[in-house]
């Protein structure tokens, strides 16, 4: 069944589908004036904060720096979403792992931004994620040993974060199985195509899948519906007969909103632009994220006396309770002698 944008007015014995019911439609699903405002309110946090971090460490000294904005951080994460499917062709991953580890990618920022984390070491981890959520698991030995300049800390020392940022909601519907199930209808329809020309059509609505992959249609859209969308490119007279079968005319205006958005968006940025991103990232990168800089060393520091202050005070409320001769705590206290028979 093709799933709404909305949920439909229902009756109270009514079943809900289940893609409603899953965590992707209730909390990964944001208009795109939304998914603006959330880049950019997470750029100009990142901003104030790095800015804040590098005048306490030299005053006047971010007046010089020029400071991504919330498109260029788009466009960083969106070019390694095309080194996903690289590693994903030489190591032979399946469609879904490829998929998933996009997904986790773009989640992943809509949390955070790249002044932060940049996207090299996180899509490592989200791709590396991908492959166990997913049931392909691979050895983290083998998998960084295959990937230049890659050590097994660039991906162990994200993960707990990436899972955190994912609110450790790892399942993800997609549309290349959504498109397969369409397929299948289709076979059954009075006038489908031959069964050649029926896999080529397929084929071609995969490929529009693919590429619909760099937009964020699945970030708006039900996976369904980014499947009809991409039939539709595919071969729009048999996606609209497809449609009448299941009276899902309805959805014909979100399916042209997802066709215009997969042709617009889906390029693949210019190396040259990102490669210049990338050179003033460097230059605009948290402080405290820097291994080795003053400030990555002073929240560290920072960080170990908390710690060794929390220590102290439990090594302090235990050492009372045993002077006190509970060491257990008030819990059991009055609780009489656990040797007791009776």
């Known amino acids: 069944m093709l799933q709404s944008s909305t949920p ?19 909390n990964w699903r944001f208009s795109a004036e939304k998914l603006k405002a959330i880049r950019t309110a997470l750029n100009q946090a990142a901003i104030a904060a790095i ?3 590098f005048e306490s460490d030299l005053p006047g000294s971010s007046s010089d720096v020029h400071f991504l904005d919330a498109h260029e951080e788009h466009l960083l994460v969106k070019l390694y979403i095309t080194k996903i499917s690289q590693l994903c062709g030489h190591f032979r991953f399946p469609e879904e792992v ?15 931004t790249v002044m932060d984390w940049h996207p090299k070491n996180v899509m490592l981890t989200a791709l590396f994620l991908a492959t166990k959520t997913t049931n ?3 050895s983290l030995e083998s998998y960084t040993s295959n990937i230049p300049r890659t050590n097994p800390s660039d991906v162990l020392d994200l993960e707990f974060l990436v899972a955190q940022s994912l609110a450790f909601e790892f399942a ?5 199985r959504a498109l397969w199930g369409i397929w299948l209808d289709i076979q059954e329809l009075p006038q489908a195509p031959p069964p050649e020309e029926l ?9 529009h899948i693919r590429i619909s992959r760099l937009t964020d249609v699945e970030l708006t859209y039900p996976p369904s519906q980014v499947a009809l969308a991409c039939l539709s490119l595919a071969h729009p007279e048999i996606a609209a007969s497809w449609a009448r079968s299941k009276n899902a005319d309805t959805a014909l205006e979100a399916i042209r909103t997802i066709k215009r958005m997969i042709t617009q ?7 040259e632009v990102v490669r210049e991103i990338d050179l003033r990232l460097k230059l605009c990168k948290n402080p405290e994220k820097v291994v080795g800089s003053k400030a990555y060393l002073a929240k560290k520091a920072k960080e170990e006396r908390e710690a060794e202050l929390k220590r102290m005070r439990k090594a302090e409320t235990v050492r009372k309770a045993v002077e006190q001769g509970d060491p257990f705590g008030e819990e059991l206290a009055g609780r009489g002698n656990l040797d007791d028979d009776d």
């Open 199 to 207: 896999q080529q059509i397929y084929d071609t609505a995969l490929q």
């Open 51 to 53: 800015r804040t971090t």
């Open 265 to 271: 968006d889906g390029d693949i940025p210019s190396v």
């Open 136 to 138: 392909h698991p691979i």
């Open 172 to 176: 993800v519907w997609h549309a290349h």
């Open 98 to 112: 490829e998929a998933t580890g996009i997904t986790y990618l773009k989640r992943f920022y809509l949390k955070n």
């Open 8 to 26: 439909p007015d229902v009756g109270p014995t009514a079943k809900t589908p289940l893609f409603q019911s899953s965590t992707q439609y209730k």
